[in-house]
Structures are given as structure tokens and as C-alpha cells.
């Protein structure tokens, strides 16, 4: 089975820290995704991967970056946290080009609470 | 525009009961991929089911099936025989493109609670 982890599932953070929200998957996948979810918004994606080093925009990066050093581990990085930031951040990774599903498989989610 | 649109923030179900949780969805391409997910309040994301835009068929898995009406873009879930368990929130999402991106939109969701 895939497992994508992360490395907390509860954080709380003062703002203006540097905040950084790890990832980790375990079967190969090209493909890894950062979302935050929010009440209302759904799933919005802040950045997602397509290869090692190498990473795309997505709707909402604004106040984020992100690494990706090694293909099993993606990394969100919150510069300067504020509090618009509190969110639930879910994880997911993918094959490319995939199966038949292009099925995403998502981590447990770190919820993040910016003071 | 809006990607896939779920117009019910909130349904309620007697249990045994079957229920439809509507999605929509706005895309150009002919090849596309549609899917449910379903996130209990224990967090985690759960795969339930996949359309293909050129599956004739619509997919089904165990109690889940898909209501594909690919010329109203419309990929409703229904859900039959509602458990207890099957109370969570429900995503609609859609996957563009075969080869180019990898990009998921996803809808705002569904919050379903199957009453007793």
C-alpha cells in the first residue's frame, strides 16, 4: 500500500516563524502535492512537484515556498508564518504518467495554528 | 470560472436510505478523469471511486456509483444503502489532460450526516 506521511499532525506557531511541514512517500511517486483546506474552500493547492528539484505554482502560493531535494520528501515551507495561515495542509502524491486512475493518495494532514 | 462546483454543503440521510451528492464540472479537454473522495472527521483523504471521460459505463464500486452525464458534465455519487459510518465530508475532484499536468481540482465539498 502507498503510505504518504507527515510530520505533524497538530502544530502551533507564532507568527513570524519559519514553519516547515514535511512529507514523506514511500512507492516511487514523480508526483507530490501541497494543499491547504479551509471550511467553505475546499482543497486549494499551493505547490506541487513533477520531479526532484523541480516544482510548479499552484492556486494560492503566495507566503509559501517549497523543496523538493530527494524524490520521496516534499517540503512546505511557511517563511514568515501569519495567521491567515491556519489551516489543515494536506500532502498527496501520484505516478506519472499514472495508472488508470491517476489516483492521488493523501497524508494524514498537519494542522496548523498560527498565534 | 469554477472547476467543479458541489452545490450542497450539507445533506442529511436516514440510514438504509440512498442518497446523491451532485458535482459539476467545467473542463475543454476531451480526456479528463472525475473522483470522489471521502475525508471522515478523522482527517485522512479516502479514494472511492474514478470515471474516465471515455468509460461508457459508469463506474460503480460496491455501494458506491458514479451517475456520469458527460454532455451536462455532471458526475453525481450516489451512495446507496447509507451506514452510520458513511457520515463525513465528500469531495468531488477532476484531473485534466492525460500526459500534460498533474494538476486536481477540487470542489468545496459535501458534508454528509446519516441519521439513525
Known amino acids: 500500500d502507498v503510505k504518504v506521511t507527515q510530520s505533524s499532525r497538530y502544530l502551533v506557531k507564532r507568527t513570524g516563524e519559519k514553519v516547515f511541514l514535511e512529507c514523506v512517500q514511500d512507492?516511487?511517486?514523480?508526483?507530490m502535492f501541497w494543499y491547504r483546506q479551509d471550511p467553505g474552500l475546499g482543497l486549494r493547492l499551493i505547490y506541487f512537484?513533477?520531479?526532484?528539484?523541480?516544482?510548479e505554482k499552484g492556486d494560492i502560493p503566495e507566503g509559501y515556498s517549497v523543496s523538493r531535494e530527494k524524490k520521496e520528501r516534499f517540503s512546505l515551507i511557511l517563511e514568515s508564518a501569519s495567521t491567515n495561515q491556519t489551516s489543515m495542509y494536506l500532502c498527496?502524491?501520484?505516478?506519472?504518467?499514472?495508472?488508470?486512475?491517476?489516483?492521488?493518495?493523501f497524508g494524514p494532514g498537519t494542522r496548523l495554528t498560527v498565534t | 470560472a469554477q472547476k467543479i462546483t458541489q452545490t450542497q454543503p450539507g445533506m442529511f440521510v436516514q440510514e438504509k436510505e440512498a442518497v446523491t451528492l451532485d458535482c459539476t464540472y467545467d473542463?475543454?479537454?476531451?480526456?479528463?478523469?472525475l473522483f470522489w473522495y471521502k475525508q471522515p472527521s478523522s482527517g485522512e483523504m479516502i479514494f472511492l471511486i474514478y470515471?474516465?471521460?471515455?468509460?461508457?459505463q459508469n463506474a460503480t464500486e460496491g455501494r458506491y456509483s458514479l451517475n456520469f452525464q458527460k454532455a451536462r458534465k455532471s458526475a453525481n455519487l450516489v451512495i446507496s444503502a447509507s451506514q452510520l459510518g458513511d457520515s463525513a465530508m465528500y469531495f468531488c475532484?477532476?484531473?485534466?489532460?492525460?500526459?500534460?499536468?498533474?494538476?486536481?481540482?477540487f470542489g468545496t465539498g459535501t458534508s454528509l450526516t446519516v441519521i439513525p
Open positions: 498527496a502524491s501520484s505516478l506519472f504518467p499514472g495508472g488508470r486512475y491517476y489516483e492521488q493518495y
Open positions: 512507492m516511487d511517486h514523480e508526483n
Open positions: 512537484s513533477y520531479d526532484v528539484k523541480m516544482k
Open positions: 473542463t475543454s479537454d476531451q480526456s479528463y478523469g
Open positions: 470515471q474516465g471521460s471515455y468509460d461508457e
Open positions: 475532484a477532476m484531473r485534466e489532460g492525460r500526459n500534460t499536468g498533474n494538476q486536481f481540482y
